[in-house]
């Protein structure tokens, strides 16, 4: 049963993206990115005053994030207004997939504010809200090791491939999901999850097509903050 | 070995800067094995082998001996608790703000009260961020009237310009100006010279990172001056 993307992708074809920074006027930082019809705007605010204080770290700044869907944005029993405990998982895996870059030695007992917003959602949203967070850490200026690239792998129909649509991940046939953040230099990777069953030596290649797919990602984040002071 | 970017090249984190021991890392950078790479998103600089990242973008951190302008936002028994358009907030104590005796419990919005714009000068930061203010030195003052304007802190230094030029070149508009470290601008003047003064502010804001900004700004503020005229 040999599976065929809807779309006729090849396993290490991703859906068109784009990448913007800045656009966000009254947040210190901001990130947009899209991936085929998946939406992701992120802004940063901080590093800011935190209260309560028994939230605060004399030693370093913490790192909050927020990953909501907005009610309108797919289909579906997942979008639903308001938190559910789904976006308090993302959430909590977008923040510990892009704390192991951050220096926050610099502000302690302060918090950096990460929003994500999904205005329109096609699968993939963790991964694109956590290039969308990457590219507006680095515009609020916040010291960071690396900049974070992420992709949904999959394995569906016996294949493993990467940046599953939502068409793909209801395969009739069943599917694994695997979303996947890296930084691309050093290919450390700080988010792997999965959902499905699959055999190892797929999970193994799955990660092996994110890492390629990652570095042609993080050239796109990059643009899109060089754009926004443009060339001379 | 080699210098992989060149000076004044927008860089951003994650960016490797030069391969091999020739290089040292300076601030915004950090040695990765034998390569200097880029942790925030700025500018280039050389100076000799180190290389730094001046930053493009970022809040305040407040530094000792800067001079900022901030308001004050509580009224204590022993000084005023001043925001400084950081993610921390100041003290300014009495000792430090005036040279008169003021006894014990006296009414202390007789000098600053809750809102009120000063110019001040940080003496001390420690390590946990708890911020010394101090009043004494030249300049150093309450604003009194006027307008707040803010700016990005990592523009301040080019809206001062090289020795002062920049601020020379706006008070052509016969407005007082302070700037402040932290990217708060006091502005005080004829109404419709303030506004003037904004649009120069914000040219020199938008343009910051671009060679010839002196000359390009001195052009802007004449064709400005010509606008008026015709008003």
Redesign the interface.
């Known amino acids: 049963m040999a599976f065929t993307r809807p779309d006729n992708r090849k396993v290490n074809d991703f859906r068109d993206i784009e990448a913007k920074a800045g656009i966000i006027k009254r947040a210190?930082?901001s990130g947009y990115f899209r991936i085929g019809k998946t939406v992701a705007y992120a802004a940063v605010y901080?590093?800011?005053?935190l209260y309560p204080r028994f939230l605060q770290n004399?030693q370093k700044?913490i790192l909050r994030c927020s990953y909501n869907m907005m009610p309108f944005s797919g289909s579906g029993e997942r979008v639903r207004p308001g938190t559910n405990r789904r976006s308090r998982e993302i959430s909590h895996v977008t923040e510990k997939a892009l704390l192991p870059?951050l220096?926050l030695t610099?502000?302690?007992?302060?918090v950096v504010d990460v929003f994500i917003e999904l205005p329109q959602t096609d699968a993939g949203t963790r991964c694109a809200g956590i290039c969308a967070a990457s590219i507006a850490l680095?515009?609020?200026?916040?010291?960071?090791?690396?900049?974070v690239s992420a992709i949904a792998a999959g394995y569906i129909g016996g294949t493993a491939l990467i940046d599953v649509s939502k068409e793909e991940e209801d395969y009739a046939g069943g599917m694994a999901d695997i979303p996947i953040a890296l930084?691309p230099?050093?290919g450390e990777i700080t988010l792997l999850q999965m959902d499905g069953i699959m055999p190892k030596d797929q999970l193994k290649k799955a990660i092996m097509l994110a890492k390629e797919a990652c570095k042609k990602i993080?050239t796109v984040?990059?643009k899109a903050?060089?754009e926004k002071?443009g060339r001379? | 070995m080699a210098l992989l970017a060149k000076e004044k090249d927008?860089l951003?984190?994650?960016?490797?800067i030069a391969k091999g021991m020739d290089y040292i890392p300076g601030s915004?950078t950090?040695r990765?094995k034998d390569s200097v790479?880029c942790?925030?998103?700025?500018l280039l600089s050389l100076s000799g082998r180190t290389a730094h990242i001046i930053?493009?973008?970022?809040?305040y951190?407040p530094k000792k001996d800067d001079t900022i302008i901030g308001i004050v936002a509580d009224v204590s028994f022993s000084g005023w608790r001043i925001d400084t358009n950081s993610?921390?907030?100041a003290m300014l104590n009495v000792k430090d703000a005036t040279s008169e005796f003021v006894s014990k419990g006296a009414d202390l919005t007789r000098f600053f009260k809750i809102g009120d714009i000063i110019f001040t000068k940080i003496f001390n930061v420690t390590?946990?961020?708890l911020i010394d203010l101090s009043m004494r030195g030249p300049e150093l003052r309450k604003l009194e009237g006027g307008t707040i304007i803010s700016v990005d802190p990592?523009k301040v230094p080019r809206l001062i310009g090289k020795n002062a030029s920049m601020v020379t070149l706006m008070e052509g508009t016969g407005c007082r100006i302070y700037i402040g470290q932290n990217g708060l601008v006091w502005i005080k003047g004829e109404p419709d010279a303030e506004v003037r003064l904004i649009k120069i502010i914000k040219k020199v804001e938008e343009e910051a990172?671009?060679?010839g900004l002196t000359k390009k700004i001195e052009d802007y503020v004449n064709e400005i001056k010509k606008e008026a005229k015709k008003v």
């Open positions: 210190d930082g901080g590093p800011r005053d004399p700044g870059v220096d610099e502000f302690p007992n302060a680095a515009d609020a200026g916040i010291p960071m090791r690396d900049m930084l230099r050093t993080i984040q990059q903050l060089k002071y001379w | 927008i951003v984190p994650g960016e490797e915004g950090y990765d790479v942790q925030r998103f700025g930053p493009l973008t970022g809040k951190a993610a921390y907030s390590s946990q961020k990592n990172h671009t060679p």
